[in-house]
C-alpha cells in the first residue's frame, strides 16, 4: 500500500504543485488505484508516474471546488483510450454526477466502461464496505459541502508458526497452505491439527485519512483518531489561524494539534498555497514538527510506503520509489 501525490498545491496550478490529487495504490492488496480528488491535469501528472488510468476504479471526490474536480472528465475520456473496461466508481457530494455527465454529454464523450455514482447523504456516513477496506466520511467545515474520507484496512491473518509446526513434526507442504487458510488439518498418525493453534494473532489492518478542504471542526478528530496517516491541509502556517478561519481552511499548527491528540502516526501537508514557495514551504513541516514530530510537507510526485507496523511519532517518513503498475 502506498499513497502518491500527484497534486499538493492549492486553489490554482502553479509552477512546482499542481491542484489536488492523491493516489492510494493497492496493488498489492487489490491490483487497484483508488483517487482522491482530480483537480485540472490531474491525468497529465499520471505520464510522470507508473500509474495507467485504468488501473483507477474508484475516485473518491473531497468537495465540488474547481481546483478538486476539473481533471475529472478528461481523465475519465483518457481511461476509455488506454484500454480502461472495468467498471469505474465515483463517490462524492450531490452534484458530482451533474457535473461529470454534463461534461460527457456536451462534449459528446462516449465511455467505454461503466460509470456509478454514490453521492453522500450531508451527514456522511458509510461510503464503501467491501471484502479489504471500509471507507466512511464525515462532513467538514468548509464554504461548501466538504468531507474527510476514512479509509480502513481489513485485519490480516497472522503469520504460520513454522517453528511450531516443525517441533509438532507436521510435515512441510500442502499441509501448510492448509493451516493458513485456517483449516484444520489430519496427519497420516491420525493426529488432528487445529489451524488457529498454529497460526499467530492478526495483524491489525492500517488506517488512512484524507481530508479535505476544512477549518477546525470536531470531526477531524472522530476521523483521525489512532490513524496510521493522517493527510491534512495546511493552507496557512503559525500565526494565521484568524486568516485561516475566515477562507475556510487550517494551519499547519492545527493539524499537527489533531495528529498529536489523536494518536496519529504520520501527518502529510498538502494543500500548499503558493505563497509557500519552493523552501519556504518547509517552514510549515518546522512548525507542526514542534507539536507533531512525524511531520512532512508533502510534494508533487512524493510516494510513501505505508507498512503495516504501527508508526510512531517518533520514525522518521521515508520516501519509496513507486511499483509499476503495468
Not at 512441510?172 to 488439518?185: F, I, N
Amino acid at each position: 500500500m502506498q499513497l502518491e501525490f500527484l497534486g499538493t498545491g492549492a486553489g490554482v496550478p502553479a509552477r512546482f504543485r499542481n491542484v489536488t490529487g492523491i493516489a492510494l495504490r493497492l496493488l498489492e492488496e487489490r491490483n487497484s488505484v483508488w483517487l482522491f480528488d482530480a483537480g485540472e491535469g490531474t491525468q497529465h501528472q499520471m505520464l510522470a508516474s507508473t500509474i495507467r488510468p485504468r488501473k483507477v476504479d474508484k475516485i473518491f471526490i473531497t468537495h465540488l471546488h474547481g481546483d478538486h474536480i476539473y481533471g475529472l472528465p478528461g481523465l475519465l475520456s483518457s481511461r476509455s483510450f488506454q484500454g480502461g473496461e472495468d467498471t469505474l466508481h465515483i463517490y462524492g457530494p450531490k452534484g458530482i454526477r451533474q457535473f461529470v455527465e454534463t461534461s460527457l454529454h456536451l462534449s459528446q464523450t462516449h465511455l467505454t466502461y461503466q460509470l456509478k455514482f454514490t453521492e453522500l447523504p450531508a451527514e456522511g456516513g458509510l461510503v464503501y464496505e467491501g471484502p479489504d477496506f471500509t471507507v466512511t466520511a464525515l462532513p467538514l467545515d468548509h464554504k461548501i459541502l466538504s468531507y474527510g474520507y476514512r479509509i480502513v484496512e481489513h485485519d490480516l491473518p497472522g503469520e504460520l508458526l513454522v517453528n511450531k509446526l516443525h517441533e509438532m513434526a507436521v510435515p512441510a507442504g500442502p499441509l501448510y497452505g492448509q493451516l493458513k487458510r485456517g483449516q484444520d488439518v489430519t496427519l497420516a498418525d491420525g493426529r488432528t491439527i487445529i489451524a488457529k493453534d498454529v497460526i499467530g494473532p492478526a495483524k491489525a489492518g492500517r488506517k488512512i485519512v484524507i481530508l479535505g478542504d476544512t477549518r477546525k471542526t470536531a470531526n477531524i478528530a472522530k476521523l483521525a483518531q489512532d490513524a496510521d496517516v493522517l493527510v491534512h491541509e495546511s493552507t496557512y502556517g503559525k500565526g494565521e489561524a484568524q486568516l485561516a478561519r475566515k477562507y475556510y481552511h487550517s494551519t499547519s499548527m492545527q493539524a499537527a494539534t489533531v495528529a498529536a491528540e489523536q494518536g496519529v502516526g504520520r501527518l502529510f501537508l498538502t494543500h500548499i498555497s503558493a505563497r509557500y514557495a519552493g523552501k519556504s514551504a518547509n517552514e510549515l513541516a518546522y512548525q507542526a514538527q514542534t507539536v507533531f514530530k512525524n511531520t512532512r510537507v508533502v510534494n508533487d510526485f512524493d510516494v510513501f510506503e505505508i507498512p503495516l507496523a504501527k508508526q510512531t511519532n517518533s520514525k522518521p517518513i521515508k520516501l519509496t520509489m513507486p511499483k509499476d503498475v503495468d
